[in-house]
């Protein structure tokens, strides 16, 4: 190592050593602030005006004393089975060559996790990722041996892309030339369903399901069924997920980010908005660049954050059920 290497190192070892020192303040200590509410009970939280339908179907298991892992799992199934909906499910957008190519995750309260990606017509990902998880040694599976499992635990076949999607995945072929611009931010080919829950015994769970990027690359993969990137959750400290552009969010490992920032004493608003900042200090052109978090701490405090306005989420508690707009960087 030569000397300023080493000269750095020990900065940095100081620097940890120094942060060590400083008492993490409680994140229930932040309630005041706007934009986060503590919650005593039961809470889902989930992205996008669809979020609203995914509650209601978790809240049918956390209202009646239900595990969180089963109330998000049956809240996202919601919007994957919507066939209007064009970011979520088999009635999603297909990549560029017309592939429908389905990624999706779940995370429990004991940090057991299931993913799947690249999965190609099948109704339910998000219960196939449950089940990789329920079933298997493994956390992730894809393409052809993610499919090959599916059928094996009798998961139904669906062909995609449906005809409406089909028809407009034609159009489009026929218009653009131009295959490598980035999708428009707030767009309905940008909207993931993350969906994270707090039961009754104060355990917290958290799905993430998604058809990623309109007209991606064959074979791409976005930040949704990465456990760390779409969703994380540490029953000890808090959840988190993302939706926007997946390449970004994976580039900060942004829901990992999220928890971590909350273990050391971050309110999941300001969690989320120093994970948002980092994707902007990440990022030389923030072009139709949108990517934003939700969060739940273990006190039961929500928050959210996006580098653009635009982003909202659905909030669902005992008392409650509403669309709440994220607080921004910027505007667009
Ligand atoms: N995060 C998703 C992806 O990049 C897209 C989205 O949130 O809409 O695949």
Same mark, same amino acid.
């Given at each position: 190592m030569s000397d300023q290497k080493r000269r750095n190192f020990l900065k940095l070892g100081l620097i940890g050593a120094a942060v060590?020192?400083?008492?993490?303040?409680?994140?229930s200590e932040l309630v005041a602030k706007s934009f986060e509410t503590k919650i005593d009970g039961p809470i889902v939280i989930s992205t996008w005006n669809h979020g609203l339908a995914a509650n209601a179907a978790a809240w049918e298991v956390l209202r009646v004393g239900g595990n969180a892992i089963d109330a998000v799992e049956k809240g996202v199934r919601v919007t994957e #089975?919507?066939?209007?909906?064009?970011?979520? *499910?088999?009635? !999603?957008?297909?990549?560029?060559? +017309?592939?429908?190519?389905?990624?999706?995750c779940i995370m429990d309260h004991e940090s057991r996790c299931g993913s799947v990606a690249f999965l190609e017509g099948i109704g339910h990902p998000i219960s196939v990722a449950r089940s990789i998880m329920d079933k298997t040694q493994h956390v992730m599976l894809v393409g052809a041996g993610a499919k090959k499992f599916a059928l094996?635990?009798?998961?139904?076949?669906?062909?995609?892309?449906?005809?409406?999607?089909?028809?407009?995945?034609?159009?489009?072929?026929?218009?653009?030339q131009d295959l490598f611009k980035k999708p428009?931010?707030?767009?309905?080919?940008?909207?993931?369903?993350g969906l994270i829950a707090m039961d009754k015994k104060g355990n917290l769970s958290g799905a993430c399901?998604? #058809?990623?990027?309109?007209?991606?690359?064959? *074979?791409?993969? !976005?930040?949704?069924?990465?456990? +760390?990137?779409?969703?994380?959750?540490?029953?000890?400290?808090?959840?988190?997920?993302?939706?926007?552009?997946?390449?970004?969010?994976?580039?900060?490992a942004g829901s990992h980010t999220v928890v971590e920032l909350m273990r050391h004493g971050y309110s999941p608003m300001d969690a989320c908005r120093l994970a948002v900042e980092r994707i902007i200090s990440k990022h030389k052109d923030l072009t139709n660049l949108q990517a934003g978090f939700i969060a739940i701490d273990k006190n039961g405090v929500v928050g959210s954050y996006s580098v653009y306005n635009g982003f909202n989420y659905a909030l669902k508690t005992d008392t409650e059920e509403k669309i709440v707009d994220a607080p921004f960087n910027r505007n667009w």
């Open positions: 060590g020192l400083v008492k993490p303040f409680k994140a #089975s919507d066939l209007t909906n064009r970011s979520v *499910g088999i009635g !999603g957008m297909p990549d560029r060559d +017309g592939h429908v190519t389905l990624d999706a094996e635990q009798g998961f139904d076949t669906i062909k995609t892309p449906i005809p409406e999607v089909k028809a407009e995945y034609k159009k489009w072929k026929k218009e653009n428009e931010i707030n767009h309905e080919n940008h909207d993931t369903i399901t998604t #058809s990623g990027w309109a007209y991606k690359m064959h *074979g791409r993969v !976005g930040d949704s069924p990465i456990i +760390g990137a779409g969703l994380f959750v540490d029953n000890e400290i808090g959840a988190a997920c993302a939706t926007g552009l997946g390449e970004a969010i994976v580039r900060i």
